[in-house]
C-alpha cells in the first residue's frame, strides 16, 4: 500500500477517535473531573474545553484542505502534550473511573503511547515525514 494511503487513512482514524473522545468530554464531563491536577483552574471549564478542542481538531483533520489538516496535526500533537498531566495524575493517583481503579497494566502502555500520539498528528498531517522520509529533509 502506497505511504499516502496509509496516512490519509492514519488522519482519518485519527479523527474519528478525537471525534468520539470529543464526544465523551461534552456529554460526561464528570468522569474527567477525578483525574484533573489540582493545579488546574475551572476544571469544569478546562474539561469542556478540551471536548471542544477534539471536536475542532478531528474537524480540520478530516477537511479536505491540506493547511487544515497540518493545523489539525498541529493542534491535536498539542493537545496531546497538554493532557498528559492528567494522564500522569490518572496513573499515580490510582484514581478511580466508573467505580474502577485501573492498574498498571493500563497506565504503562497509555503513558508510552502519549509520544506516539504526537507522532500520529504530526505525521498523519504530513508535518513530519519521520521515519520514513525516503532521503527528503524538509518538511511538506
Given at each position: 500500500m502506497h505511504r499516502e494511503t496509509w496516512r490519509t487513512g492514519a488522519r482519518w482514524l485519527l479523527a474519528?477517535?478525537?471525534?468520539?473522545?470529543?464526544?465523551?468530554?461534552?456529554?460526561?464531563?464528570?468522569?474527567?473531573?477525578?483525574?484533573?491536577?489540582?493545579?488546574?483552574p475551572w476544571p469544569e471549564a478546562v474539561i469542556a474545553l478540551t471536548g471542544v478542542w477534539e471536536l475542532l481538531g478531528a474537524a480540520l483533520l478530516a477537511w479536505p484542505d491540506a493547511r487544515a489538516n497540518r493545523l489539525g496535526g498541529f493542534a491535536m500533537a498539542a493537545y496531546a502534550v497538554v493532557v498528559f498531566p492528567a494522564n500522569?495524575?490518572?496513573?499515580?493517583?490510582?484514581?478511580?473511573?466508573?467505580?474502577?481503579?485501573?492498574?498498571?497494566?493500563?497506565?504503562?502502555?497509555?503513558?508510552?503511547?502519549?509520544?506516539?500520539?504526537?507522532?500520529?498528528a504530526l505525521w498523519a498531517a504530513k508535518i513530519i515525514d519521520w521515519p520514513f522520509r525516503n532521503g527528503k529533509r524538509h518538511l511538506q
Open positions: 474519528l477517535v478525537y471525534l468520539g473522545v470529543g464526544i465523551v468530554h461534552l456529554r460526561s464531563p464528570a468522569g474527567f473531573l477525578p483525574i484533573m491536577p489540582s493545579w488546574v500522569i495524575k490518572h496513573a499515580l493517583d490510582g484514581v478511580a473511573i466508573g467505580g474502577q481503579v485501573l492498574g498498571w497494566g493500563y497506565h504503562a502502555p497509555r503513558l508510552a503511547f502519549q509520544p506516539v500520539f504526537v507522532w500520529w
